[in-house]
T-cell receptor
Framework: NAGVTQTPKFQVLKTGQSMTLQCAQD?????MSWYRQDPGMGLRLIHY???????DQGEVPNGYNVSRSTTEDFPLRLLSAAPSQTSVYFC????????????FGQGTRLTVV | AQSVTQLDSHVSVSEGTPVLLRCNYS??????LFWYVQHPNKGLQLLLK??????LVKGINGFEAEFKKSETSFHLTKPSAHMSDAAEYFC?????????FGTGTRLLVSP
C-alpha cells in the first residue's frame, strides 16, 4: 500500500523557471492538500481540494496553481519560481468527516536560486 | 476560524525524565485535535488523535494527551523520555475541510 507518493524528493530551480510537484494517493481519499514547511513556521496550507474538480486557496496560495482532475492526483505548479519559494513541500490526503487523520507524503525539498 | 498555539519552540529533557509539550487551540466548534511527529529529514507521522470518546488519549510510543475543554488545551506527555523521541512535534486542529498546524516544538533529549 503506497499511501501518498510525492515526486521529486529534491529539486533545484532557477528564478523564473516553472515546475510541477506531483502528488498521488491510492487510498481513495476525498481531501488532498499542499503545505509548505519553513523553519519556525510549522506547516502552512497552500491549496486544498475536497474532491475532483474542486480546489480552494489556503493561507499562502500566491505563486502556486493546482488542479484536481482525478481523485488520486493533486499536482502543485510553480508558475515562475522565486527564492521565497525555497521550502519543503508536503502533500497530504484524508477522508472527509470529523477526526480523520491526514496521511503525508515524504516531502519535496525545493531550492530556488 | 481555528488556530493552534504551541507554547514552546524548544523543550530540553534528560533521558528517563517526563516530557510535556504544550498546545492550546481555538475553534468555533467541537474540534478535531491531533499530534504529529517529524523526525529529522522525514515525513510526518500521526502520534495520536482526539475523537471525543475519551478526554485522555493514548498514542504510539508511550505518548498521551489530555483534552481539557475548559482550558482549550491538548498537551502531550510521556512519563519517560527516550533518545529516539528527539524530533519536532506538531499540534494540529482540524475542522471543516482543513487542518491547521502549530509552529512546532522541537524536543531535545540528552543522555
Amino acid at each position: 500500500n503506497a499511501g501518498v507518493t510525492q515526486t521529486p524528493k529534491f529539486q533545484v530551480l532557477k528564478t523564473g523557471q516553472s515546475m510541477t510537484l506531483q502528488c498521488a494517493q491510492d487510498m481513495n481519499h476525498e481531501y488532498m492538500s499542499w503545505y509548505r514547511q519553513d523553519p519556525g513556521m510549522g506547516l502552512r496550507l497552500i491549496h486544498y481540494s475536497v474532491g475532483a474538480g474542486i480546489t480552494d486557496q489556503g493561507e499562502v496560495p500566491n505563486g502556486y496553481n493546482v488542479s484536481r482532475s482525478t481523485t488520486e492526483d493533486f499536482p502543485l505548479r510553480l508558475l515562475s519560481a522565486a527564492p521565497s519559494q525555497t521550502s519543503v513541500y508536503f502533500c497530504a490526503s484524508y477522508r472527509a468527516g470529523v477526526n480523520t487523520e491526514a496521511f503525508f507524503g515524504q516531502g519535496t525539498r525545493l531550492t530556488v536560486v | 476560524a481555528q488556530s493552534v498555539t504551541q507554547l514552546d519552540s524548544h523543550v530540553s529533557v534528560s533521558e528517563g525524565t517526563p516530557v510535556l509539550l504544550r498546545c492550546n487551540y481555538s475553534s468555533s466548534y467541537s474540534p478535531s485535535l491531533f499530534w504529529y511527529v517529524q523526525h529529522p529529514n522525514k515525513g510526518l507521522q500521526l502520534l495520536l488523535k482526539y475523537t471525543s470518546a475519551a478526554t485522555l488519549v493514548k498514542g504510539i510510543n508511550g505518548f498521551e494527551a489530555e483534552f481539557k475543554k475548559s482550558e482549550t488545551s491538548f498537551h502531550l506527555t510521556k512519563p519517560s523520555a527516550h533518545m529516539s523521541d528527539a524530533a519536532e512535534y506538531f499540534c494540529v486542529v482540524g475542522g471543516f475541510q482543513k487542518l491547521v498546524f502549530g509552529t512546532g516544538t522541537r524536543l531535545l533529549v540528552s543522555p
